[in-house]
């Protein structure tokens, strides 16, 4: 008997919210025409992007005492 009421009570509380809920006014206007919007500037994908092409290896000794503490 439960199998049968909870697709039912499901297909009624969609049926009824469905029918119950009502459109906000800013998603039923169209599109104002007049409206002011910031202007639209060109600027590149790869604006400020690093290259990360292969590097030669280099000595790891020197590399640890430039970073390592002074002493």
């Known amino acids: 008997m439960n199998l049968v009421?909870?697709?039912l009570l499901m297909a009624a509380g969609l049926a009824l919210g469905a029918c119950s809920?009502?459109?906000p006014g800013h998603l039923a206007r169209p599109a104002d025409p007049n409206a002011r919007v910031p202007a639209v500037g060109y600027r590149s994908?790869?604006?400020g992007a690093a290259s990360?092409?292969?590097a030669e290896p280099k000595?790891?000794?020197e590399l640890?005492?430039?970073v390592g503490p002074k002493s």
Do not use: L
Request: net charge positive.
């Open 64 to 66: 640890n005492q430039k």
């Open 5 to 7: 009421k909870v697709p």
């Open 21 to 23: 809920a009502t459109v």
């Open 45 to 47: 994908v790869t604006a």
């Open 52 to 54: 990360f092409r292969p």
């Open 59 to 61: 000595d790891w000794r």
